[in-house]
């Protein structure tokens, strides 16, 4: 076992993940359920399978497809569904017919 790249992974991936977007979903389903096990086993769950296929499919992938075009499908992927979440703010935001902004 290669401890120093098991540590360094380890690291990296939890360091990262603090506040990330899954953390943040992972509080906001704990916050409407009262069984935080099972949402601890769902959500734990589907970050092993992720990161299972991010492993595998990384070395080979890269090998395919050039990493900047990697880079730009992912940038807008995210972009789309910041995007996707950003639009109900802004039709909340539109004034009413009365000049008032709908609540």
Excluded: C, W, Y
């Amino acid at each position: 076992m290669d401890f120093p790249l098991l540590i360094s992974t380890f690291l990296t991936v939890f360091l990262a993940e603090l506040g990330d977007k899954t953390q943040l979903a992972t509080v906001a389903i704990s916050g409407t359920s009262n069984r935080p096990l099972a949402v601890f086993l769902g959500s734990s769950s589907a970050l092993v399978l992720a990161s299972l296929l991010g492993a595998f499919a990384g070395g080979s992938v890269a090998t395919v497809i050039p990493s900047d075009l990697l880079q730009l499908v992912a940038s807008l992927g995210l972009l789309v569904i910041g995007g996707r979440l950003l639009v109900p703010l802004f039709r909340a935001a539109e004034p009413t017919k009365d000049g008032d902004h709908t609540p």
